[in-house]
């Protein structure tokens, strides 16, 4: 249905998503990934368009469909969705980062499939520590002299508050949306916590794209009101 009349709250915003979860390769056939669906982010991605923004959703190995009107670039490791969301970020307003980023990956990539060993010893695997993509954006210029506002997303199992208010700190973003419950992987609904310098509001359970809609509306208010 064409609507005329449907409020723009962010017309001529440009916004920036990550979705889904990484893939850290182990070798040609194996590797490191998590069950985020993607579902959420692209509900916030398809949100975005609605409300009139420009928006570039960087997604990892997902099965989602691409929003109508949204640019997708499509990505597999943490270091890949680094690089892509640096250079989109040059352009953005607003970065919302929804991904379920591996916050590891092996350490080396076996160039071969790694075979099964005679003597029945399984391979020993040496992690490293992946960027950390949301607070990497955060500490950049665009998001420093506030022409970029950062949006972070925490999934916790338990002191959510909490836990949310020193993440949203750490991260130095002005607000980050905490999911409720235990987990909110592959569901279509959700519950979630919004807390940002004032302190917190929650969005009661609902489906994704209804709780997508509601937080891109209360990004807008805060983008409106410099909060
Ligand atoms: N994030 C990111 N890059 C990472 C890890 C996390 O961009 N390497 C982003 C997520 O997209 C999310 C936010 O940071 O918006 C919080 O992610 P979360 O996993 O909850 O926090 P971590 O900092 O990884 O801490 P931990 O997993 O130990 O709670
Ligand atoms: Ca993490």
Redesign the pocket.
């Known amino acids: 249905v064409i609507s005329f009349f449907q409020p723009k709250p962010l017309a001529g915003q440009h916004v920036l998503i990550?979705a889904g979860p990484?893939f850290e390769a182990i070798d040609p056939v194996r590797g490191v990934t998590n069950h985020s669906s993607g579902k959420m982010g692209f509900a916030v991605a398809r949100a975005a368009a609605e409300a009139g923004a420009e928006v570039t959703l960087v997604a990892g190995p997902v099965a989602q469909a691409t929003p109508r009107g949204v640019c997708r670039i499509d990505v597999q490791s943490?270091q890949q969705?680094?690089a892509a969301?640096l250079q989109a970020s040059e352009r953005a307003t607003v970065f919302?980062?929804?991904?379920?980023?591996?916050?590891w990956r092996p350490a080396e990539f076996h160039d071969h499939k790694i075979k099964k060993a005679v003597d029945g010893q399984p391979p020993t695997l040496q992690f490293v520590?992946?960027?950390?993509?949301?607070?990497?954006?955060a500490q950049g210029e665009r998001a420093r002299s506030g022409q970029l506002y950062c949006?972070?997303?925490?999934?916790?199992s338990h002191d959510l508050l909490a836990?949310a208010t020193a993440?949203r700190q750490?991260?130095g973003i002005p607000l980050?949306?905490a999911n409720i419950g235990p987990t909110a992987f592959g569901r279509d609904d959700n519950e979630l916590l919004l807390v940002d310098a004032h302190g917190f509001q929650a969005l009661e359970r609902a489906p994704k794209l209804v709780l997508a809609r509601k937080l891109v509306a209360e990004i807008a208010r805060r983008l409106k009101t410099k909060e």
């Not at 919302?96 to 916050?103: E, L, T």
């Not at 949006?151 to 916790?156: I, S």
Request: charged content about 20%; overall charge negative; proline content about 3%.
């Open positions: 990550t990484t943490a969705m680094l969301t919302i980062a929804a991904a379920a980023v591996a916050d520590e992946n960027p950390d993509i949301l607070a990497t954006v949006v972070g997303f925490a999934a916790e836990h993440k750490r991260k980050l949306v």
